[in-house]
């Protein structure tokens, strides 16, 4: 990514921090408990409209490494 990129991605991160401050609080929380192999992720999201989707992931070992270079 080019260094332009970094810094909008940067100012995004940054205002849905504000916007968004429990989340990043329940990733800690989370991470802390301890990210292992085998654990599922799960995800929903609901749209306006009443429609819902939903997801399952279950961690291996290089969903756990890219997570953590992501913090």
């Known amino acids: 990514m080019n260094p332009l990129g970094m810094m909008e991605l ?3 991160y ?6 968004h ?3 990043g609080q329940f990733l800690k929380s989370v ?7 085998g654990s599922i992720m799960y995800m929903e999201f ?3 409209d009443g ?8 961690l291996t070992k290089e969903d756990i ?5 992501l913090k």
């Open 51 to 58: 429609k819902s989707y939903s997801a399952n992931i279950k």
């Open 65 to 69: 490494e890219f997570l953590e270079m």
């Open 46 to 48: 609901k749209s306006v």
């Open 10 to 12: 940067a100012s995004k």
């Open 31 to 37: 991470a802390n408990k301890g990210l292992t192999e």
């Open 21 to 23: 401050p429990k989340f």
């Open 14 to 19: 940054s205002k849905f921090k504000e916007q």
